[in-house]
């Protein structure tokens, strides 16, 4: 047999597990609300290539390609239990399972890493949790993608209604709106094709997306809205327009049926700015009112939290070049901010971002000072942060990689933090990533004390996923992840 048959073979054969494994992955997920990630990356609807590519790409942040011949193992173990909500890594499972020494089988050591999850039902599980998006632009059609794919078998977040502005009384504009609205859901220029079917009933003004029915309300402000009267209880609404920034504003939307509020944009005055993985676990239960901060602060904080709590930062400086938003103008006209007036797509644009100063809310225990600015670039989405930072010791750019690189893998942080070494990354291959940065390998600077790290970071996809974390967290369906990182 020659090589190029004996490659082909082993091929075929890992699609056939590959294959094998998707129904395995989707009976977990829907009958369970169980999640099966693979480094972080959800395995969850995804084609037979798609799984196969996501164990190759374990060798970019591990060293090795992961088999689908050694993880397949593990999910069949995870099959024999009775699991409770849950996101089970099994590439953390198949690397942990190879330094045990204990000589437990795969059964055994699967059934003891993920011990938390047998026989668990979250309080109030089996009731769901709704949720109102309140604005349907960039971020919340994202944000809707994410609920319908996250439904699960529906115990979890439910995503009941989006809010638009508009007349309710005008019942033809009112249906032609929302056939618009559902045809943007379906079909986006940058992250493509919805994944699943979307239906429009126009008489009850209700989108329906894989089976979940979301009732479209017209109104112009948060005072005309009664969300019981659409059977819309305890709800948490995700602010997507930016429209309020501090609590008294947003508290207006603290309405019948609305139990908390979550803005997807920095907060201001004494609105909790959260990054999720940094600040989550600070929210107090009766918090009715706080921000996901920025898609910038969501970049830099976890690296930045990562690099103090090893090396301790002295200072630093974020620089973003950042892909330019519906904020600037298509092509010149009157803006008042300085410079975003001019043209979007024809030039590079310096301004301010406010991600720097931001920090210090998420992360209070760093006393370095943080300086910043942006400059906004001709691309639709994902940026780059170049942090430089003055460290509290002396270090390489090997300790660094290796360090941040283990913090991908293993620790709390490793759902903020990506890591790549591909020597080739470039903007565009980091579209849908769902972390909320990318440490770039190749382009990272270290000399004694100084360190230079890069950072891309897609400031729709990935910032909406961390916006669902904390939605998550606080709504109480956070569902652990095992085997439990190391702190």
Not at 411 to 433: E, K, M, N, W, Y
Not at 458 to 481: A, K, L, M, W
Request: aromatic letters at 4%; a negative charge; hydrophobic letters at 40%.
């Amino acid at each position: 047999m020659t090589v190029n048959d004996d490659s082909f073979t082993n091929w075929k054969h890992r699609e056939e597990t590959a294959e094998a494994m998707i129904p395995i992955i989707g009976k977990l997920h829907r009958e369970r609300d169980v999640n099966v990630l693979l480094h972080s990356r959800s395995l969850v609807n995804k084609s037979v290539v798609s799984i196969l590519k996501t164990h190759r790409f374990a060798r970019q942040i591990a060293g090795e390609e992961l088999s689908v011949a050694e993880t397949m193992p593990f999910l069949r173990a995870l099959t024999t239990l009775d699991l409770g909500p849950s996101q089970i890594d099994l590439g953390m499972l198949a690397t942990t399972y190879k330094s045990d020494e204990r000589g437990l089988s795969v059964e055994e050591f699967t059934a003891d890493a993920v011990s938390g999850a047998i026989g668990t039902r979250p309080a109030g599980h089996g009731a769901g949790r709704d949720v109102v998006l309140y604005g349907f632009g960039r971020i919340g059609r994202l944000v809707a993608r994410l609920l319908i794919e996250k439904a699960g078998s529906g115990n979890g977040l439910r995503l009941r209604a989006i809010v638009v502005r508009g007349n309710p009384e005008n019942t033809d504009k009112a249906a032609e709106d929302i056939v618009k609205r559902a045809s943007l859901l379906r079909r986006d220029s940058i992250h493509g094709q919805f994944q699943g079917t979307i239906t429009v009933d126009e008489e009850s003004r209700t989108i329906i997306a894989n089976g979940n029915a979301i009732k479209v309300i017209h109104a112009n402000d948060p005072s005309e809205v009664d969300y019981t009267r659409h059977g819309i209880e305890n709800a948490i609404l995700i602010d997507n327009t930016g429209k309020w920034r501090d609590r008294e504003g947003l508290s207006q939307h603290l309405r019948p049926g609305i139990d908390k509020v979550v803005l997807t944009a920095p907060g201001k005055g004494d609105v909790p700015n959260i990054v999720h993985g940094v600040n989550h676990d600070t929210v107090k239960p009766d918090e009715q009112i706080l921000s996901c901060a920025s898609c910038t602060t969501n970049a830099i904080v976890p690296p930045l939290k990562a690099m103090d709590d090893e090396y301790g930062v002295l200072r630093g400086h974020v620089e973003t070049v950042h892909s330019f938003t519906n904020d600037q103008n298509l092509l010149d006209n009157y803006h008042k901010a300085d410079r975003r007036g001019r043209s979007a797509p024809l030039n590079m644009v310096i301004t301010e971002t406010g991600a720097a100063s931001a920090v210090a809310k998420a992360l209070p225990d760093l006393k370095a000072p943080i300086t910043g600015s942006s400059i906004r670039v001709p691309v639709p989405d994902v940026s780059i942060a170049i942090l430089s930072l003055r460290l509290g010791r002396e270090t390489t750019r090997d300790e660094v990689l290796d360090h941040l690189r283990e913090v991908s893998l293993t620790s709390p942080l490793r759902r903020q933090i990506d890591f790549t070494s591909a020597p080739d990354a470039v903007s565009s291959d980091f579209i849908g990533s769902r972390h909320a940065s990318i440490v770039d390998a190749g382009a990272t600077k270290v000399d004694g004390d100084n360190a230079i790290l890069y950072l891309w970071y897609d400031n729709e996809f990935g910032y909406s996923c961390q916006v669902i974390r904390v939605v998550q967290h606080v709504s109480g369906v956070e569902y652990p992840t095992f085997p439990v990182p190391v702190a």
